[in-house]
């Protein structure tokens, strides 16, 4: 017997600000979107990770992560060279210990 009452471990947060608490509120925001959109093979994917987290058989981390990435799927993460900072510095001569020290 599916259990779709079942909380995911942290809430997503949707672009318009709401946010899925639970396994029936991520199904019902699935089944909200377009027939075309839901087609789509990561919303395809995320359906298949929450029927098998509200069955049982899966994590309910895979069915975020799965609803996550198919959120996600149009974003491009860029890396910004200007941003890198180094955290450690300029590199300290060793010191140096005297010849008749040794």
Request: charged share 25%; aromatic share 6%; proline share 7%.
């Amino acid at each position: 017997m599916a259990n779709w009452s079942r909380p995911l471990e942290d809430p997503i947060t949707l672009p318009d600000g709401s946010k899925l608490v639970t396994l029936l509120d991520a199904g019902n925001y699935i089944t909200s979107l377009s027939k075309a959109e839901q087609q789509t093979d990561e919303w395809q994917t995320a359906i298949g990770c929450l029927i098998g987290a509200a069955e049982g058989r899966d994590f309910l981390m895979h069915a975020r992560i799965g609803v996550l990435r198919a959120l996600n799927r149009g974003h491009v993460r860029e890396f910004g060279f200007s941003r890198k900072d180094t955290h450690w510095g300029r590199r300290k001569p060793a010191p140096r210990t005297p010849p008749d020290a040794q």
